[in-house]
């Protein structure tokens, strides 16, 4: 249900778990390396043009930000990672925050791991894959950037992915494609953020 998702209003930014909005209702968060596409995906998504624009805002990338869907169901925007000249301590902050928001948010159904088609399954992107395994947490992988790669490239990605997935990362469904510019159909995406959130049809 596409049209459920235009809903999204941004409700906060955290800095640390006990700063989020109270955990009950069902979330659905969204992960990536930076620049790998994560505000692009969520503005397409819920088709507000500039709804993910928060979490570029100076001094907010390392936030998880939160938008609601209605009164029970939220999306999150958690921090991108990978950024080039990162020092060490920042990198540590934001392990430890997405750790503990991974392993203790109760309302937490899935993660949507972006990852940058022509370089996935990057060490960061199997780092937060680890995490979601220890943690029991449902996984959808999506291809980003779709249109830099020819058709039958993407189709040979999309393959060895997820076999690395299955082998590695079982509790990791598929993964989808994903881009801005070319159609491609993102019914399958949805699909599975409405089971996550326990969407009504
Ligand atoms: P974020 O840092 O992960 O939030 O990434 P952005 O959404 O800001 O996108 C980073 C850059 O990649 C921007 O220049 C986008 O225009 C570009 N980009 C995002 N999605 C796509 C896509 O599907 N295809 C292509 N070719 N570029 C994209």
Redesign the pocket.
Known sequence: MQDFYRRAEFILSAAAVDHMPEDRGAEVAIA?R????????INTMTGIRKL?RTSKTPGRTQLINFFALDATRRLVDLP?YGFAKVPPQVQRQWQAMIESYLSSRRSLRGVVVLMDIRHPMTPLDQQLLHWCRATGLPVLAVL?????LSRGAAAQTRGKVQRQLAAEFPQAATAEM????KPVDPGAIYARLDEWLDVPH
């Not at 930076?34 to 995906?41: A, I, L, T, W, Y």
């Not at 980003?144 to 830099?148: E, G, I, Q, S």
């Not at 994903?178 to 510019?181: M, V």
Request: hydrophobic share 30%.
């Open positions: 990536g930076s620049n790998v596409g994560k505000s692009s995906f993910a991108g980003t950037k779709a249109d830099k994903f881009s801005t510019l």
